[in-house]
């Protein structure tokens, strides 16, 4: 027998409206309509404008900060199944509590553990998302994950820039392997950036394990928080004697003073993707868009095809 596609039906939740709108136009479809209703003590309930019974729905919502953005996608998720959807995928470009992977010290909660078990008890049947902080959190669902790979975007753009001398680095020993896999796509050489830390957003001291001298050096990795690591590991490279530092980080979520790190900081450029949606203007930050790949995986999702093909760069 042929297989049986059903109709496909896109939302955004309010956090992620103008990607969402970029992944529908890519797609070939309009979002559907949704309203969210606001009662005047901070209280929401969205509801679907149309039908959704019988539907592969896709609901599209990245869970950054506030977590008000997780509240309404599992409100979304919910009102969709007592609406009868056929299959509910959560799109979450950016997971949300991604760092709290595990219990690094007694007496702490496991964030995204919690969250993967509110959306699962939620409803959806499968979620997307892309670059997560720790690749592990997929065993976290007992349901199809759709782990995407924000290196099909990054790779053509640094290729682009013809950089003679190319380095990757590591801003931490952390994100070592993650520096290794981007750096098979160039057969180029890694350095690491061994930190230390006082606290959370605090480094103590930071050193380079390789050599940078002459080198266009690209640092890698998933989140750009308060950009401090970004800023001291960019000093310290061009301290070093590299020819050029910048970096690439997949969720721009640049809290606190990180604008005006990266303005001030030895970084020639950020590169990041419009998973979170960026809060002013940088002549700093480049932004490349996600939302071709999400467009495909949507796609290949709802046609049964493979998710696979789409990590080739």
Known sequence: MPLQFNPVKLFA????????????????KPLGDVTL????????????????RGCDVFLIQSTYQPSDNLMELLL??????????????????????????RKDK?????????????????????????DLHAAQIQGFFDIPVDHLD????????????GLENLTIASPDMGGSYRARTFAKFFNAEVVICDKRRKRANEIESMSIIGDVAGQDIVLIDDICDTAGTLAKAAALIMEKGAKSVRAVCTHPVL?????ETIENSMLTELIVTDTIPLKQESSKIRVLSTAPLFAKAI?????????????RV
């Open 13 to 28: 939740g309010s956090g992620t409206k103008e990607l969402a709108k970029r992944i529908a136009e890519q797609y070939g």
């Open 37 to 52: 209703n606001k009662f005047s003590d901070g209280e929401f309930q969205p509801s679907y404008d149309e039908t959704v």
């Open 76 to 101: 979304m998720v919910d009102a969709a199944k007592r609406a009868s959807a056929h299959y509910i995928t959560a799109v979450v470009p950016y997971y949300g509590l991604a760092r709290q992977d």
């Open 106 to 130: 007694p007496r702490v909660a496991i964030g995204a553990k919690l969250v993967a078990n509110l959306l699962k008890s939620a409803g959806i049947h499968r979620i997307m998302t892309m």
């Open 150 to 161: 924000g290196s099909v975007i990054f790779v053509p753009y640094i290729k682009s820039l």
């Open 255 to 259: 809290s606190g003073k990180a604008y």
């Open 299 to 311: 796609a290949n999702v709802n046609e049964h095809g493979s998710i696979s093909d789409l990590f």
